[in-house]
């Protein structure tokens, strides 16, 4: 009698803590689906994310074809030679981090509760992104562009993309920030199938940071980073379409 007590109590506790534990995905997925208008502008936000960085790769082959880079000369040579088609990539790229920013405001929402820590810090990293790679986009297209169409190009050197010891360089750094607030955000997506894929491909993006700064710091010639920019190059608007599917509805 005492045995079957036993069982008996073991068998309701397991059946209690089945239920509790189904009343929490339910609760989880429930809050998901209930996003409502924080869905919609997730979906948007990361399809225009997708579409903007795709559009960055794009658009850098094409002014590479119709502008082959050139060893660096100095200044003076490239304000002689140079095309406003040089800076076509520049256009998706500053429009990146506002779509950016706003979808990862909405991973935050769509966090569970216990994860929202990553989804957190994954925005704050991503805010720094944002900052350093608006500045520098602008910088290009407000200061440099219009000096080097009309030859002014006193103090110009220090700006230029051009230039591999430029400041330009130096905030192009916002992508390995950019990589690294991804990497933190993987750990926001567990579910179905296609939050597997997110959150794998978030992880192979973030894996390419000691690359890329490696790379910046000198360390690594540009052979050696190629590889970690094809992640990239892949991996985020791939990962943004994933999001923005997930958003629109199913994991």
């Not at 929202?116 to 805010?127: D, E, R």
């Amino acid at each position: 009698m005492a045995k079957n007590t036993k069982t008996t109590a073991k068998v309701g506790s397991r059946q209690k803590k089945g239920a509790v534990d189904n009343r929490a995905r339910r609760s989880t997925s429930g809050s998901r689906k209930a996003l409502g208008g924080v869905g919609r502008i997730g979906f948007w936000s990361a399809l225009l994310s997708g579409l903007f960085a795709a559009g960055w790769a794009i658009t850098l082959a094409i002014q590479n074809i119709l502008v082959p880079p050139q060893p660096w000369a100095g200044i003076e040579a490239l304000a002689s030679s140079f095309r406003p088609v040089e800076m076509l990539n520049l256009i998706p790229a500053i429009l990146l981090p506002w779509p950016f920013i706003v979808m990862m405001v909405c991973i935050h929402y769509y966090a569970a509760e216990e994860k929202k820590v990553w989804s957190l810090s994954g925005l704050a990293i991503s805010i720094v992104y944002a900052v350093m790679a608006s500045s520098n986009y602008f910088i290009q297209l407000v200061a440099v562009r219009p000096n080097l169409l009309s030859g002014e190009t006193d103090g110009l050197a220090l700006f230029v993309a051009a230039n591999p010891n430029s400041i330009f360089w130096a905030l192009a750094n916002a992508y390995p920030v950019q990589s690294f607030a991804l990497l933190l955000t993987a750990w926001v997506f567990d579910g179905g199938r296609r939050e597997r894929w997110i959150r794998w491909i978030f992880i192979a993006v973030g894996a390419t940071v000691p690359v890329q700064l490696a790379f910046s710091l000198g360390f690594l010639p540009p052979a050696f980073a190629l590889p970690a920019l094809g992640i990239w190059v892949i991996g985020l608007p791939v990962s943004c379409f994933l999001i923005a599917a997930l958003f629109r509805g199913g994991k």
